[in-house]
């Protein structure tokens, strides 16, 4: 089954720097793969997501890019504000023909943005 | 249009006992998808119910069981507690129109503590 590698673990960042965070996955036939974001006692909510006919998708300062040929994919959060910390889950997604979707998550970063 | 909502969002159970969890998709939504999250295990795939039929289902035991209604409403169930059923138990839910990979968007999950 799909597997869902996800780096750094943890991540500490000086405000109005830059974070990356990257994802692998093992299925090529994953085609989407949404980013989400889980600030403490909340629910997680998207924030990205990029289909596998993309290589890249940018909102303000969040983009995500997607290397099929390598089977990974990042996250990119530009000029970083104290509101970005929080825990971001990456995942990938398999279109299973007429039985819907399967998403399979990675472990999750905490991103922590210093004042 | 309303988010998904979860009911109750608290829940403190003994060992043995049963509980069951409820979740209301986002207006239109067919597709529900049920996950445990806890912080050594991250985000862990349960099952997923579209037109109140099981579409697929996780690796967990058959105290874990699930049901959906006709108006897209589900529930949760697991029998017999154990201590390492404290989670954080979280829905998700979908269009699932007949274009896929579709967005999951998250509940905001019930806390069940086990003692």
């Known amino acids: 089954g799909e597997n869902v590698e996800q780096h750094p673990s943890t991540l500490s960042v000086q405000e109005g720097d830059s974070a990356v965070i990257k994802c692998t996955y093992s299925d090529s036939a994953s085609n989407y793969f949404p980013w989400y974001k889980q600030e403490l006692g909340k629910r997680p909510q998207l924030i990205i997501d990029i289909r596998s006919n993309v290589g890249e998708k940018k909102d303000q300062r969040i983009a995500v890019t997607l290397n099929k040929t390598a089977k990974h994919f990042s996250l990119h959060i530009t000029e970083t504000q104290p509101e970005d910390s929080a825990v971001y889950f990456c995942a990938a997604s398999l279109s299973l023909d007429n039985y819907g979707q399967n998403f399979v998550f990675g472990p999750g970063t905490r991103l922590s943005v210093l004042p | 249009k309303a988010g998904v909502t979860q009911t109750p969002r608290y829940l ?21 998808s049920w996950y445990q999250q806890t912080p050594g295990q991250g985000l862990q795939f349960l099952f997923e119910y579209f037109s109140e039929t099981q579409r697929n289902k996780g690796n967990f035991p058959g105290r874990f069981s699930g049901r959906q209604f006709s108006n897209s409403r589900s529930e949760m169930n697991v029998s017999t507690l154990e201590l390492g059923d404290s989670a954080l138990y979280l829905c998700a839910s979908s269009l699932d129109s007949s274009v896929l990979p579709d967005t999951q968007y998250f509940g905001p999950g019930t806390r069940l503590t086990v003692l």
């Open chain 2, 12 to 32: 403190i159970k003994t060992r043995g006992q049963q509980v069951t969890l409820s979740c209301s998709p986002i207006s239109g939504h067919r597709s529900v």
